[in-house]
């Protein structure tokens, strides 16, 4: 039922900026913690940012200063605007919406971001 669409990725060159988009529906995601994570080729899955319902972020130490995770409860959607990408940055980007109490966790679809010369 719960549903989390994905969109906003895309081939840029190094230096360049992305913003990915996350449209979640099919529940109440006020109280959710929101987040993305990413899986480079041949790599495990690790997570990129987290955004809490206050507006609270946490980051991955190596996209602190680059990236920016915001929320707009009012269109239950999580975004992650991406700036001044590396080439280590591509990867497939997951968005993810978990909750406390009870834990549960949801997935979007995934969006390939390249950055390559």
């Known amino acids: 039922q719960v549903q989390l669409v994905e969109s906003g990725g895309g081939l840029v060159q190094p230096g360049g900026s992305l913003r990915l988009s996350c449209a979640a529906a099919?529940?109440?995601?006020?109280?959710?913690?929101m987040g993305w994570y990413r899986q480079a080729p041949g790599k495990q899955r690790e997570l990129v940012a987290t955004?809490?319902?206050?507006?609270?972020?946490n980051y991955e130490e190596s996209v602190k200063g680059r990236f920016t995770i915001s929320r707009d409860n009012a269109k239950n959607t999580v975004y992650l605007q991406m700036n001044s990408l590396k080439t280590e940055d591509t990867a497939v980007y997951y968005c993810?919406?978990?909750?406390?109490?009870?834990?549960?966790?949801?997935w979007g679809q995934g969006a390939q971001v390249t950055v390559s010369s």
């Open positions: 099919g529940g109440i995601f006020s109280m959710a913690v």
């Open positions: 993810n919406v978990r909750y406390i109490f009870p834990v549960r966790n949801y």
């Open positions: 955004i809490s319902s206050g507006g609270s972020a």
